[in-house]
Nanobody, 122 residues
Framework: QLQASGGGLVQAGGSLRLSCAASGGTFYVMGWFRQAPGKEREFVAAIKGSTNWSYHVDSVKGRFTISRDGAKNTAYLQMNSLEPGDTAVYYC???????????????????WGQGTQVTVSS
């Protein structure tokens, strides 16, 4: 139901845009998590509701921007000023139901994409 794309290899300071195309319904929350080797999966960004409130983890604020195209049922993660510490597998995830919180946890999401590798070289 989720198809993530857009990962790749980029030099530090470069940019990438990830896409997450959803099918099979509409989703109240669309989000991105990432997992680096040897580390736990961490929240990166989410966007929710018809007003598209967006949230970003502090480490990416000012560099990453999540957005959504409702007509295409697709979420995007624009990543600028990439750093080697951003290297990870990035996963998109969606939640069908209403969610009132502003903190997002993996177990709150219903479906997950397959992951796309982002590698930032120094």
């Amino acid at each position: 139901q989720l198809q993530a794309s857009g990962g790749g290899l980029v030099q530090a300071g470069g940019s990438l845009r990830l896409s997450c195309a959803a099918s099979g319904g509409t989703f109240y929350v669309m989000g991105w998590f990432r997992q680096a080797p040897g580390k736990e999966r961490e929240f990166v960004a989410a966007i929710k509701g018809s007003t598209n409130w967006s949230y970003h983890v502090d480490s990416v604020k000012g560099r990453f921007t999540i957005s959504r195209d409702g007509a295409k049922n697709t979420a995007y993660l624009q990543m600028n000023s990439l750093e080697p510490g951003d290297t990870a597998v990035y996963y998109c995830a969606v939640r069908k139901g209403f969610y009132i919180g502003s903190n997002f946890y993996a177990h709150e999401f219903d479906y997950w994409g397959q992951g796309t590798q982002v590698t930032v070289s120094s």
